[in-house]
């Protein structure tokens, strides 16, 4: 009598990103549970808990506004407004792109034991930052329209442009989400990722218009004249540049300001609100989404490999 073999297939290789799509959806309460567990682990021993969400911002914005619109007299006088208006893509953006990279890292033990979408510690990251941008986002809200009230008046409502905030919301998740794939395969091989990616950031700060507007650019002095507008037209086809820009667009009405110096000129604070540059960030960083999502999808199957 011969006994039947049993033949356990793993999943085949190459699957459509439809398919692994699929897949990751059979898995979401999975999603979920690591999301939930990250927050809590995050905060478990922390005195104050979740308000670390909004207190380092909150420095940040306290230094740069001290050290732009004080020291350097420069920028409108509710500089922190804006600072604070820059901060809240960028800082989900940072946060995210380096928890990310290290995500299957830290739970590569587990994925070499239980199988489950390797993509899942990915989104679980990303996931527990958004939820922090969310709550960021409504301190802002009550900084924007509550304290600065106190100091500088009523600063009015936000323009139209605003309900176009969910649609720029979802382009920094998707460009968030593609560059994570990406750095978090290559970190797990070349662990030297984590360190260009941290210098990488510091570096990326002072090229987007966090402390400075995008129209610097057209009205700077030091930029020949006839390469001002190409270079601001270059410059905002960066989709996290374009994000960050947009925020203001729809977070403050446009005016012009003048700077404290008496020898700068008039800026505007920014220009109006182009959905032309919204397709083309929305493109892009679905282009860079379904991009990162395929290469992770073709590198994953080597994680285990790692010794």
């Known amino acids: 009598m011969t006994v039947p073999s049993i033949v356990i297939q793993p999943q085949a290789r190459g699957h459509s990103l439809v398919a692994e799509g699929r ?5 979401r309460r999975l999603v979920r549970t690591l999301l939930e567990r990250d927050l809590r682990v995050r905060y478990k021993n922390s005195a104050l808990g979740i308000a670390w969400t909004v207190i380092n911002p909150l420095i940040q914005v306290l230094v740069l506004t001290i050290a732009v619109g004080y020291i350097l007299s420069s920028g409108p006088s509710n500089l922190s407004s ?9 800082t989900f953006f940072q946060t995210s792109v380096l928890d990310a990279s290290t995500s299957v890292l830290v739970k590569l033990p587990l994925l070499k034991k239980v199988y489950f979408p390797r993509e899942i510690p990915v989104i679980a990251a990303i996931g527990q930052n958004f939820f922090q941008f969310l709550v960021t986002m409504l301190v802002f809200v009550l900084y924007r329209w509550g304290l600065v009230t106190l100091f500088y008046g009523w600063p009015g409502w936000p323009p139209v442009q605003i309900l176009w905030l969910p649609v720029v919301v979802l382009i920094l998740f998707l460009l968030t989400l593609g560059v994570s794939f990406f750095v978090c395969a290559w970190n797990v091989f070349y662990e030297d990722v984590k360190f260009l990616l941290t210098a990488a950031m510091s570096f990326l700060f002072y090229l987007l218009p966090i402390v400075y507007f995008a129209e610097n650019i057209v009205y700077s002095s030091r930029i020949p004249p006839s390469l001002r507008s190409p270079l601001y037209h270059l410059y905002l086809l960066n989709p996290l540049a374009w994000v960050i820009t947009a925020f203001k667009q729809m977070f403050f009405q446009v005016a012009a300001i003048a700077n404290r110096g008496a020898h700068q000129a008039n800026i505007p604070t920014s220009a109006p609100f182009d959905w032309r540059y919204m397709l083309i960030a929305l493109a892009t960083s679905s282009l860079i989404c379904v991009s990162g999502y395929g290469y992770f999808n073709r590198r994953k199957w080597k994680f285990s490999e790692r010794p």
């Open 82 to 90: 804006y600072i604070f208006c820059a901060y809240l893509p960028w």
């Open 23 to 27: 897949e990751l959806w059979r898995y």
